[in-house]
Protein backbone atom coordinates (compact mmCIF):
# COMPACT_ATOMS: atom_id res chain seq x y z
CA UNK A 1 0.00 0.00 0.00
CA UNK A 2 1.23 2.78 -1.15
CA UNK A 3 0.75 5.97 1.39
CA UNK A 4 0.57 9.86 0.87
CA UNK A 5 4.28 11.79 1.09
CA UNK A 6 3.53 14.74 3.19
CA UNK A 7 6.63 17.07 3.97
CA UNK A 8 6.58 18.44 7.88
CA UNK A 9 5.69 21.84 6.84
CA UNK A 10 2.47 20.14 4.84
CA UNK A 11 1.80 18.10 7.58
CA UNK A 12 1.96 21.24 9.71
CA UNK A 13 -0.16 22.97 7.62
CA UNK A 14 -2.76 20.41 7.47
CA UNK A 15 -3.03 20.32 11.34
CA UNK A 16 -3.33 23.82 11.77
CA UNK A 17 -6.50 24.15 9.89
CA UNK A 18 -8.65 22.10 11.81
CA UNK A 19 -9.98 24.06 14.67
CA UNK A 20 -9.13 21.37 17.46
CA UNK A 21 -9.97 24.50 20.18
CA UNK A 22 -10.53 22.08 23.32
CA UNK A 23 -14.02 22.83 23.12
CA UNK A 24 -14.88 21.84 20.02
CA UNK A 25 -14.61 18.16 18.75
CA UNK A 26 -11.15 16.93 17.29
CA UNK A 27 -12.84 13.80 15.66
CA UNK A 28 -11.80 15.66 12.31
CA UNK A 29 -8.01 15.38 12.87
CA UNK A 30 -8.19 12.39 14.54
CA UNK A 31 -10.35 10.68 11.61
CA UNK A 32 -7.49 12.15 9.50
CA UNK A 33 -4.59 11.13 11.06
CA UNK A 34 -6.21 8.06 11.26
CA UNK A 35 -6.19 7.77 7.32
CA UNK A 36 -3.14 8.81 6.90
CA UNK A 37 -1.64 5.83 8.83
CA UNK A 38 -3.84 3.68 7.35
CA UNK A 39 -2.76 4.93 3.92
CA UNK A 40 0.99 3.73 5.04
CA UNK A 41 -0.37 0.52 6.18
CA UNK A 42 -0.58 1.50 10.24
CA UNK A 43 -3.58 0.63 12.13
CA UNK A 44 -4.43 2.92 14.68
CA UNK A 45 -6.93 2.49 18.07
CA UNK A 46 -8.82 5.15 19.27
CA UNK A 47 -10.04 5.93 22.72
CA UNK A 48 -12.82 8.08 23.03
CA UNK A 49 -14.37 10.36 25.22
CA UNK A 50 -17.38 9.33 27.15
CA UNK A 51 -19.70 11.61 25.55
CA UNK A 52 -17.95 10.35 22.27
CA UNK A 53 -17.31 13.71 20.52
CA UNK A 54 -13.55 13.61 21.28
CA UNK A 55 -11.10 10.76 20.93
CA UNK A 56 -7.15 10.21 21.56
CA UNK A 57 -5.45 7.97 19.32
CA UNK A 58 -2.40 5.46 19.13
CA UNK A 59 -0.33 3.36 17.17
CA UNK A 60 2.62 2.15 16.63
CA UNK A 61 5.15 1.79 14.01
CA UNK A 62 7.34 -1.17 13.72
CA UNK A 63 7.63 -4.71 15.17
CA UNK A 64 4.91 -4.47 18.33
CA UNK A 65 7.62 -5.07 20.53
CA UNK A 66 8.69 -3.78 23.80
CA UNK A 67 11.45 -1.12 24.37
CA UNK A 68 9.84 1.54 22.05
CA UNK A 69 9.86 5.12 21.85
CA UNK A 70 6.49 7.04 22.25
CA UNK A 71 6.13 10.70 20.58
CA UNK A 72 3.21 12.11 22.68
CA UNK A 73 1.21 15.01 22.01
CA UNK A 74 -2.58 16.72 22.41
CA UNK A 75 -4.01 17.98 19.60
CA UNK A 76 -6.05 20.59 21.22
CA UNK A 77 -5.33 24.16 21.31
CA UNK A 78 -6.66 26.96 23.56
CA UNK A 79 -9.16 29.50 22.16
CA UNK A 80 -8.33 32.76 19.72
CA UNK A 81 -10.96 34.67 20.99
CA UNK A 82 -10.22 38.39 21.32
CA UNK A 83 -6.66 37.93 20.35
CA UNK A 84 -5.37 40.31 17.83
CA UNK A 85 -4.01 37.76 15.36
CA UNK A 86 -2.08 39.61 12.29
CA UNK A 87 -2.81 36.68 10.13
CA UNK A 88 -5.70 33.73 9.97
CA UNK A 89 -4.77 31.51 12.59
CA UNK A 90 -6.53 28.58 11.22
CA UNK A 91 -3.58 29.16 8.14
CA UNK A 92 -0.52 28.66 8.68
CA UNK A 93 1.67 31.07 7.12
CA UNK A 94 5.53 31.62 6.81
CA UNK A 95 7.11 35.21 7.48
CA UNK A 96 10.91 35.91 8.02
CA UNK A 97 11.67 32.38 9.19
CA UNK A 98 8.57 31.93 11.77
CA UNK A 99 5.22 29.78 10.24
CA UNK A 100 2.47 31.22 12.04
CA UNK A 101 -0.78 29.50 12.98
CA UNK A 102 -2.81 28.20 16.60
CA UNK A 103 -0.77 25.46 18.03
CA UNK A 104 2.15 25.33 15.69
CA UNK A 105 4.20 25.12 19.06
CA UNK A 106 1.77 24.58 20.95
CA UNK A 107 2.25 21.60 19.95
CA UNK A 108 1.09 20.39 16.27
CA UNK A 109 4.35 20.61 14.92
CA UNK A 110 6.11 17.78 16.95
CA UNK A 111 3.72 15.18 15.69
CA UNK A 112 3.42 16.89 12.59
CA UNK A 113 6.82 16.34 12.02
CA UNK A 114 6.68 12.65 13.28
CA UNK A 115 3.82 11.96 10.82
CA UNK A 116 5.69 13.44 7.94
CA UNK A 117 8.76 11.11 8.87
CA UNK A 118 6.63 8.13 8.83
CA UNK A 119 7.68 6.89 5.20
CA UNK A 120 11.62 6.89 7.02
CA UNK A 121 9.74 5.33 10.11
CA UNK A 122 8.77 2.68 7.89
CA UNK A 123 12.10 2.05 5.24
CA UNK A 124 13.88 1.87 8.32
CA UNK A 125 14.63 -2.04 9.84
CA UNK A 126 13.45 -0.67 13.27
CA UNK A 127 14.09 -3.17 15.91
CA UNK A 128 12.61 -1.02 18.23
CA UNK A 129 8.51 0.25 17.78
CA UNK A 130 7.81 3.72 17.39
CA UNK A 131 4.60 4.68 18.97
CA UNK A 132 2.46 7.68 18.29
CA UNK A 133 -0.10 8.88 21.16
CA UNK A 134 -2.07 11.36 20.21
CA UNK A 135 -4.22 12.96 23.05
CA UNK A 136 -7.06 15.37 23.35
CA UNK A 137 -8.45 17.81 26.24
CA UNK A 138 -5.14 18.79 27.38
CA UNK A 139 -5.76 22.78 27.53
CA UNK A 140 -8.11 21.93 29.44
CA UNK A 141 -6.64 19.96 32.37
CA UNK A 142 -5.07 17.16 30.84
CA UNK A 143 -8.46 14.97 30.82
CA UNK A 144 -7.66 12.90 27.61
CA UNK A 145 -4.61 11.34 28.69
CA UNK A 146 -5.35 9.44 31.69
CA UNK A 147 -7.55 7.02 29.52
CA UNK A 148 -4.99 7.13 26.94
CA UNK A 149 -2.59 6.35 29.02
CA UNK A 150 -4.18 3.49 30.65
CA UNK A 151 -4.80 2.04 27.36
CA UNK A 152 -1.40 2.10 26.12
CA UNK A 153 -0.35 0.73 29.96
CA UNK A 154 -2.25 -2.47 28.76
CA UNK A 155 -2.27 -3.02 25.05
CA UNK A 156 1.51 -1.58 24.03
CA UNK A 157 4.66 -4.02 25.04
CA UNK A 158 6.33 -1.64 27.53
CA UNK A 159 8.19 1.12 25.99
CA UNK A 160 11.84 2.22 26.67
CA UNK A 161 11.19 6.19 26.83
CA UNK A 162 8.14 8.64 26.60
CA UNK A 163 8.75 12.06 24.58
CA UNK A 164 6.31 14.68 25.44
CA UNK A 165 6.82 17.09 22.57
CA UNK A 166 5.86 20.27 24.25
CA UNK A 167 7.59 23.51 22.90
CA UNK A 168 10.87 23.31 24.43
CA UNK A 169 12.72 24.32 22.11
CA UNK A 170 14.01 20.87 21.97
CA UNK A 171 15.82 21.03 25.26
CA UNK A 172 15.39 18.28 27.50
CA UNK A 173 13.11 19.13 30.77
CA UNK A 174 12.66 16.44 33.57
CA UNK A 175 10.71 17.94 36.00
CA UNK A 176 7.29 20.22 36.22
CA UNK A 177 4.87 21.30 38.84
CA UNK A 178 1.37 19.87 39.14
CA UNK A 179 -1.77 21.88 38.58
CA UNK A 180 -5.01 21.58 40.21
CA UNK A 181 -8.22 23.57 39.00
CA UNK A 182 -11.56 23.90 41.28
CA UNK A 183 -14.97 25.25 40.78
CA UNK A 184 -16.38 26.63 44.04
CA UNK A 185 -20.01 27.96 43.82
CA UNK A 186 -20.77 30.20 46.72
CA UNK A 187 -24.59 30.76 47.43
CA UNK A 188 -25.88 33.17 49.20
CA UNK A 189 -29.57 35.05 49.76
CA UNK A 190 -30.56 37.73 47.22
CA UNK A 191 -31.76 41.00 48.93
CA UNK A 192 -32.28 44.73 47.59
CA UNK A 193 -28.94 46.42 47.96
CA UNK A 194 -30.35 49.16 50.55
CA UNK A 195 -30.73 45.85 52.99
CA UNK A 196 -27.93 44.26 53.47
CA UNK A 197 -29.28 42.63 56.52
CA UNK A 198 -32.03 40.51 54.94
CA UNK A 199 -29.65 38.83 52.90
CA UNK A 200 -26.16 37.89 52.09
CA UNK A 201 -23.88 38.34 49.01
CA UNK A 202 -22.31 35.31 47.31
CA UNK A 203 -19.70 37.84 45.63
CA UNK A 204 -18.56 39.96 49.07
CA UNK A 205 -17.74 35.88 50.45
CA UNK A 206 -15.91 34.64 47.15
CA UNK A 207 -14.20 38.09 48.03
CA UNK A 208 -12.79 36.83 51.11
CA UNK A 209 -12.13 33.58 49.85
CA UNK A 210 -9.64 35.26 47.26
CA UNK A 211 -8.11 36.90 50.15
CA UNK A 212 -7.52 33.82 51.74
CA UNK A 213 -5.60 32.54 48.63
CA UNK A 214 -4.03 35.54 48.63
CA UNK A 215 -2.66 35.39 52.61
CA UNK A 216 -1.96 31.53 51.77
CA UNK A 217 0.36 32.08 48.84
CA UNK A 218 2.06 35.02 50.93
CA UNK A 219 2.93 32.42 53.77
CA UNK A 220 3.98 29.85 50.53
CA UNK A 221 6.70 32.71 49.02
CA UNK A 222 7.95 33.28 52.34
CA UNK A 223 8.80 29.83 53.13
CA UNK A 224 10.02 29.27 49.41
CA UNK A 225 13.66 27.89 49.06
CA UNK A 226 16.04 30.49 48.12
CA UNK A 227 17.36 27.78 45.43
CA UNK A 228 15.39 26.36 43.36
CA UNK A 229 14.86 24.84 39.54
CA UNK A 230 11.68 26.08 39.44
CA UNK A 231 10.58 30.51 39.00
CA UNK A 232 8.46 30.98 40.90
CA UNK A 233 10.28 28.73 43.83
CA UNK A 234 6.87 27.89 45.98
CA UNK A 235 3.58 26.81 44.87
CA UNK A 236 1.04 29.26 42.87
CA UNK A 237 -2.42 30.00 42.88
CA UNK A 238 -4.70 31.66 40.59
CA UNK A 239 -8.08 32.79 40.60
CA UNK A 240 -8.86 32.19 36.97
CA UNK A 241 -12.63 33.57 36.65
CA UNK A 242 -15.35 35.24 38.77
CA UNK A 243 -18.83 35.24 37.70
CA UNK A 244 -21.88 36.28 39.85
CA UNK A 245 -24.48 38.64 40.54
CA UNK A 246 -27.52 39.95 38.27
CA UNK A 247 -27.80 43.56 38.95
CA UNK A 248 -26.19 46.84 40.91
CA UNK A 249 -28.52 46.86 43.56
CA UNK A 250 -28.98 43.10 44.54
CA UNK A 251 -27.06 40.93 46.85
CA UNK A 252 -25.66 38.66 44.50
CA UNK A 253 -27.29 35.29 44.99
CA UNK A 254 -24.58 33.47 43.49
CA UNK A 255 -20.74 33.48 42.61
CA UNK A 256 -18.53 30.52 40.98
CA UNK A 257 -14.67 31.03 41.43
CA UNK A 258 -12.54 28.94 39.14
CA UNK A 259 -9.29 28.43 40.82
CA UNK A 260 -6.34 26.42 41.60
CA UNK A 261 -2.81 26.47 41.58
CA UNK A 262 0.07 24.81 40.74
CA UNK A 263 2.25 22.59 43.19
CA UNK A 264 6.12 21.23 43.33
CA UNK A 265 6.51 17.90 42.61
CA UNK A 266 7.19 15.24 45.65
CA UNK A 267 4.30 17.52 47.76
CA UNK A 268 0.26 15.89 47.51
CA UNK A 269 -1.03 17.54 44.95
CA UNK A 270 -4.15 17.40 46.85
CA UNK A 271 -3.40 19.57 49.94
CA UNK A 272 -3.29 23.08 49.63
CA UNK A 273 -6.94 22.44 47.73
CA UNK A 274 -7.73 20.05 50.73
CA UNK A 275 -6.82 23.27 53.20
CA UNK A 276 -8.94 25.65 51.23
CA UNK A 277 -12.07 23.37 51.16
CA UNK A 278 -11.76 23.03 54.95
CA UNK A 279 -11.20 26.50 55.59
CA UNK A 280 -14.10 27.31 53.20
CA UNK A 281 -16.36 24.71 55.36
CA UNK A 282 -15.19 25.65 58.88
CA UNK A 283 -13.99 29.49 58.44
CA UNK A 284 -16.21 30.79 55.41
CA UNK A 285 -19.44 29.04 55.55
CA UNK A 286 -21.07 29.56 59.69
CA UNK A 287 -20.08 33.16 59.09
CA UNK A 288 -22.58 33.35 55.36
CA UNK A 289 -25.16 30.85 57.39
CA UNK A 290 -24.80 34.00 60.30
CA UNK A 291 -25.99 36.07 57.53
CA UNK A 292 -28.13 34.04 56.45
CA UNK A 293 -28.98 29.79 57.01
CA UNK A 294 -30.18 29.56 53.09
CA UNK A 295 -26.37 30.24 52.49
CA UNK A 296 -24.11 27.03 51.00
CA UNK A 297 -21.02 26.64 49.69
CA UNK A 298 -19.80 23.55 47.10
CA UNK A 299 -16.44 23.01 45.49
CA UNK A 300 -15.67 20.62 43.03
CA UNK A 301 -12.34 19.69 41.75
CA UNK A 302 -12.40 20.65 37.86
CA UNK A 303 -9.33 18.98 36.78
CA UNK A 304 -5.71 17.51 37.82
CA UNK A 305 -2.72 17.33 36.45
CA UNK A 306 0.17 15.32 38.05
CA UNK A 307 3.42 16.73 38.85
CA UNK A 308 5.98 15.60 37.44
CA UNK A 309 9.45 14.64 39.47
CA UNK A 310 12.59 14.18 37.86
CA UNK A 311 13.21 10.84 39.61
CA UNK A 312 13.58 7.78 37.06
CA UNK A 313 13.72 9.17 33.91
CA UNK A 314 17.38 8.48 33.65
CA UNK A 315 17.09 7.24 30.80
CA UNK A 316 14.46 8.90 28.96
CA UNK A 317 16.90 12.06 29.66
CA UNK A 318 20.12 10.66 28.19
CA UNK A 319 18.26 9.41 24.92
CA UNK A 320 16.67 12.57 24.14
CA UNK A 321 19.60 14.53 24.85
CA UNK A 322 21.59 12.39 22.42
CA UNK A 323 18.89 12.88 19.96
CA UNK A 324 18.41 16.63 20.61
CA UNK A 325 21.72 16.92 20.99
CA UNK A 326 20.84 19.27 23.72
CA UNK A 327 23.37 19.90 26.91
CA UNK A 328 20.42 20.93 29.23
CA UNK A 329 18.32 18.99 31.38
CA UNK A 330 16.21 21.50 33.02
CA UNK A 331 12.39 22.07 34.61
CA UNK A 332 9.66 24.07 33.52
CA UNK A 333 6.33 25.32 36.01
CA UNK A 334 4.01 25.00 33.38
CA UNK A 335 2.06 21.32 33.15
CA UNK A 336 1.75 18.74 30.48
CA UNK A 337 0.75 15.02 30.42
CA UNK A 338 4.03 13.77 31.12
CA UNK A 339 3.25 13.32 35.00
CA UNK A 340 0.00 11.11 33.52
CA UNK A 341 2.37 9.20 31.49
CA UNK A 342 5.04 8.62 33.50
CA UNK A 343 2.81 7.33 36.12
CA UNK A 344 0.17 5.37 34.54
CA UNK A 345 3.04 3.39 32.09
CA UNK A 346 6.09 3.53 34.57
CA UNK A 347 8.34 4.67 31.72
CA UNK A 348 11.09 6.92 31.90
CA UNK A 349 9.36 10.15 30.53
CA UNK A 350 10.77 13.62 29.30
CA UNK A 351 9.17 16.67 27.92
CA UNK A 352 11.05 17.55 24.45
CA UNK A 353 9.54 19.08 21.33
CA UNK A 354 10.14 22.23 19.09
CA UNK A 355 8.97 25.67 19.67
CA UNK A 356 8.90 28.01 22.23
CA UNK A 357 6.61 28.25 25.06
CA UNK A 358 6.75 32.16 25.26
CA UNK A 359 4.86 31.66 21.94
CA UNK A 360 2.24 29.58 23.30
CA UNK A 361 -1.53 30.20 23.80
CA UNK A 362 -0.46 33.98 22.89
CA UNK A 363 -1.66 35.60 19.45
CA UNK A 364 0.53 35.26 16.37
CA UNK A 365 2.02 31.70 17.84
CA UNK A 366 4.30 30.91 15.94
CA UNK A 367 7.07 28.14 15.15
CA UNK A 368 10.36 29.05 13.78
CA UNK A 369 11.44 26.84 11.03
CA UNK A 370 14.71 26.06 12.09
CA UNK A 371 12.84 24.22 15.24
CA UNK A 372 11.28 22.00 12.46
CA UNK A 373 14.42 21.31 11.36
CA UNK A 374 16.13 20.38 14.10
CA UNK A 375 12.73 17.98 15.59
CA UNK A 376 13.51 16.78 12.26
CA UNK A 377 16.72 15.69 13.13
CA UNK A 378 15.40 14.52 16.25
CA UNK A 379 13.62 12.19 14.52
CA UNK A 380 16.17 11.19 12.09
CA UNK A 381 18.69 10.00 15.22
CA UNK A 382 15.65 8.26 17.51
CA UNK A 383 15.44 6.06 13.96
CA UNK A 384 18.63 4.74 14.30
CA UNK A 385 18.74 4.30 17.71
CA UNK A 386 15.12 2.16 16.84
CA UNK A 387 17.33 0.34 14.44
CA UNK A 388 20.09 -1.41 16.58
CA UNK A 389 19.29 -3.93 19.08
ZN1 LIG B 1 0.66 22.10 25.06
Not at 222 to 245: C, R
Request: hydrophobic share 40%; with cysteine; net charge negative.
Amino acid sequence: MAGEIVGSVEMLRRLVAFDTTSRNSNLALIEYVQQYLQGHGIDSKLVPSEDGKKANLFATVGPNVKDGVVLSGHTDVVPVDGQPWDTDPWTLTLKDGKYYGRGTCDMKAFYAIGLAMLPAFKNAKLKKPIHFALSYDEEVGCIGAHGLAARMASEVPKPRAIIIGEPTMMTVVHAHKGAQIYITKFTGFEAHSSMTHLGVSAIHFAGEFVHYLNTVQDELDAKAPKQSEFMPAAATFNVGTIVGGTAGNILARECEVLWGYRELPGLPIEALGDRAIEWLEKELLPKMKARHPAATIGTVLRSSTPAFSSEGNDEAKALARSWSGSNTVGSVVYGTEAGIFRKTLGVPTVVCGPGDIAQAHQPNEFILASQIDACEGFMHRMIEWCCRD
